[in-house]
Nanobody, 122 residues
Framework: VQLQASGGGLVQAGGSPRLSCAASGRTFSVDALGWFRQAPGKARDFVAV???????MYSDSVKGRFSISRDNAKNTVYLQMNSLKPEDTAVYYC?????????????????WGQGTQVTVSS
């Protein structure tokens, strides 16, 4: 499975960009699609995940501000980010898991995209 993320860039605080991640290849072999992020000098953190059936889970830091969705016909997952803060600045990665339940555990994700930079200016 290959994952291609897009939609990052330089955004002002309070902005609302949307990230996209298109999956290709053996997409039938995966279920949960998630987003993680990594800020400079920090570990990669879970952001949000959504299963094929639509069950979603968010980290506490983005709950209420970010929304994850997917279009199964297009094999694409989206991350709508609202009310961005400078601390949201990071490289955002999409990932795919064979698990059929929402999980924040990075080791359960078999496939990773290349990442897209989101920089929030104050």
């Amino acid at each position: 499975v290959q994952l291609q993320a897009s939609g990052g860039g330089l955004v002002q605080a309070g902005g609302s960009p949307r990230l996209s991640c298109a999956a290709s290849g053996r997409t039938f072999s995966v279920d949960a699609l998630g987003w993680f992020r990594q800020a400079p000098g920090k570990a990669r953190d879970f952001v949000a995940v959504i299963t094929n059936s639509g069950s979603a889970m968010y980290s506490d830091s983005v709950k209420g501000r970010f929304s994850i969705s997917r279009d199964n016909a297009k094999n694409t997952v989206y991350l709508q980010m609202n009310s961005l803060k400078p601390e949201d600045t990071a490289v955002y990665y999409c990932a795919a898991s064979r698990k059929r339940y929402p999980t924040a555990e990075p080791s359960l994700y078999l496939y990773w995209g290349q990442g897209t930079q989101v920089t929030v200016s104050s």
